[in-house]
């Protein structure tokens, strides 16, 4: 999506900082950039704009004009080099402590991306994402990339590993999985919960997701708590179930009240807090057709876990560090 002009002219005024003399502006949570530091800015963007000495705003204004006629990875979103504008605008290290007020720069920029139906916010870790107001999707969904962990995200990653070392399924759903498909763009995520079993026909969730072409696809989910193994005893318990809870979601249409039609589930996320090995995977896929394998899609311990650190999911966060976690063996008297 295009930014207006006046939000474009608000965040190059914001680049420039503190205040101008042409056009009288004032952005006082900004640190001011000379033209030696406006360069430096965009080259910190990993952009080829040098200075060329004209008045700061206009020039600045010119590049993001450019900028924001670029390609988006997701239309609901600005273009990727706006994003990457944004990131650098509320880094850290331009906010002295004591100096500026770096969550009043936010609600300044917020305020601006506001008018194009967006918002900016933190997340745990202190970095800043552009969220839509709508559709809720979320510019760190734009960075699953892997990568080497920071030590802050490390510890957060290990306070939500104790999470869901201890979360019952329910909870999984309902504070893991729902935030986390609600930031990716899923919308109509409906919980079956586990007390109409009758009626989940082996689906935890289901939700649809628009394609930017306006046709819609659905999917299923079956969240799992414990570990998925194809080894001896618990071959029998736990693989053996998602074996058929997934035939049961992908023969068993959904009711979309949206459209008022039933519709057959496109792909289904088999979802586990734990592991889910390589045996259990290949036990699945030997015993599905080809046509089905093919609908099966598998989120594990790891892959939630990275998930919940690159979208903001602050309850999550929250109950992690209100819960204490005490061992059998350690009573705290």
């Avoid at 204004?61 to 450019?66: A, G, H, Q, V, Y």
């Avoid at 990457?84 to 936010?106: C, I, K, T, Y």
């Avoid at 007390?195 to 306006?214: C, I, S």
């Avoid at 259990?280 to 998930?307: G, N």
């Amino acid at each position: 999506m295009k930014l207006l002009n006046r939000t474009l002219t608000d965040i190059s005024e914001m680049i420039c900082g503190a205040y101008g003399l042409e056009g009288g502006f004032r952005r006082e949570h900004f640190p001011y950039r000379s033209s030696y530091y406006l360069t430096q800015f965009f080259a910190h963007c990993e952009m080829d704009f040098v200075h060329d000495g004209s008045t700061r705003q206009s020039w600045v204004l010119d590049i993001l004009t450019k900028l924001d006629a670029g390609p988006a990875s997701r239309p609901e979103l600005p273009a990727d080099g706006m994003i990457r504008v944004v990131q650098e605008l509320m880094d850290p290290s331009e906010f002295a402590p004591g100096d500026l007020d770096r969550e009043a720069a936010l609600e300044d920029l917020s305020s601006s991306l506001k008018r194009d139906g967006l918002a900016a916010h933190f997340d745990g870790a202190g970095r800043v994402f552009v969220r839509s107001i709508d559709t809720h999707v979320t510019s760190a969904a734009l960075e699953l990339d892997k990568r080497t962990w920071t030590a802050a995200e490390l510890q957060r990653r290990a306070a939500v590993a104790a999470y869901l070392d201890a979360v019952s399924e329910d909870e999984l759903i309902e504070d893991v999985l729902v935030p986390i498909f609600d930031q990716l763009g899923f919308t109509r995520i409906s919980v079956s919960g586990h007390r109409d079993k009758a009626l989940e026909f082996g689906k935890d969730l289901w939700m649809k997701y628009r394609l930017p072409t306006g046709h819609l696809i659905y999917f299923g989910v079956q969240a799992k708590r414990a570990k998925l193994d194809a080894a001896g005893k618990s071959r029998n318990e736990n693989v053996a179930e998602v074996l058929a809870q997934v035939r049961m979601m992908l023969d068993h249409p959904v009711w979309d009240p949206e459209t008022n039609k039933r519709n057959l589930l496109d792909h289904v996320f088999v979802a586990c807090a734990g592991d889910i090995t390589k045996q259990a995977r290949e036990w699945l896929a030997q015993r599905l057709d080809r046509e089905s394998r093919r609908h099966v899609l598998f989120m594990d311990r790891d892959d939630l876990l990275d998930l919940a650190l690159r979208l903001s999911l602050p309850h999550l966060e929250e109950s992690t560090k209100a819960e204490t976690w005490v061992a059998d063996d350690d009573i705290p008297f």
